[in-house]
T-cell receptor, first 110, second 114 residues
Framework: GESVGLHLPTLSVQEGDNSIINCAYS??????FIWYKQESGKGPQFIID?????DKRQGQRVTVLLNKTVKHLSLQIAATQPGDSAVYFC?????????FGSGTRLLVRP | EAGVVQSPRYKIIEKKQPVAFWCNPI?????LYWYLQNLGQGPELLIR????????DSQLPKDRFSAERLKGVDSTLKIQPAELGDSAVYLC????????????FGPGTRLTVL
């Protein structure tokens, strides 16, 4: 089926450690993969995207890795901060439409 | 710069009643989206506008849902009549172009149908 899913519903990390949030996808026709962050009571916020012909892209404290062989996407957050606590969604773009997964909650322990 | 504005933030109605949600996108953004988000799930697209034209409404349940963006700026999403299963958060988003992966979301309207 056409779905974007996440391996772990909740991830707990120590402040200052690196976080890795994983996502599996099933449709190879997507041209972009995108990560969004959603804090409680707010709408999702764009973090970073990666084109389907790339395998790595870096932003500020974040890195997205794309493994098309196993249809796997990950978001790495360096030096995780309390402000990173949120739900993270991966999404894939298919014909200008974003298909979101079900989200992973990131909890940052002080 | 003001973000996407939505109102109301919360709405509680009884089933079979009508309800409307309003969205004002970021100034200059031609593309406007309405999404539905159930608890613990990612947003699901209901309808996408390019200016005043609905270019993708394939996921909009047209028997009870309707939307409009008459002047290509703000938009209204309506449900009539509401059902218990419509309880969810309704998100509005806008972007500056069709190819822009960065959609700017409003805070959403949390609808509870009793």
């Amino acid at each position: 089926g056409e779905s974007v899913g996440l391996h772990l519903p909740t991830l707990s990390v120590q402040e200052g450690d690196n976080s890795i949030i994983n996502c599996a996808y099933s449709n190879s026709a997507s041209d972009y993969f995108i990560w969004y962050k959603q804090e409680s009571g707010k709408g999702p916020q764009f973090i970073i995207d990666i084109r389907s012909n790339m395998d790595k892209r870096q932003g500020q404290r974040v890195t997205v890795l794309l493994n098309k062989t196993v249809k796997h996407l990950s978001l790495q957050i360096a030096a995780t901060q309390p402000g990173d606590s949120a739900v993270y969604f991966c999404a894939e773009r298919r014909r200008y439409k974003l298909i979101f997964g079900s989200g992973t909650r990131l909890l940052v322990r002080p | 710069e003001a973000g996407v504005v939505q109102s109301p933030r919360y709405k509680i109605i009884e089933k079979k009643q009508p309800v409307a949600f309003w969205c004002n996108p970021i100034s200059g953004h031609n593309t406007l989206y309405w999404y539905l988000q159930n608890l613990g799930q990612g947003p699901e697209l209901l309808i996408r506008y390019e200016n005043e034209e609905a270019v993708d409404d394939s996921q909009l349940p047209k028997d009870r849902f309707s939307a409009e963006r008459l002047k290509g700026v703000d938009s209204t999403l309506k449900i009539q009549p509401a059902e218990l299963g419509d309880s969810a958060v309704y998100l509005c988003a806008s972007s500056s172009g069709l190819l822009n992966n960065e959609q700017f979301f409003g805070p959403g309207t949390r609808l509870t149908v009793l």
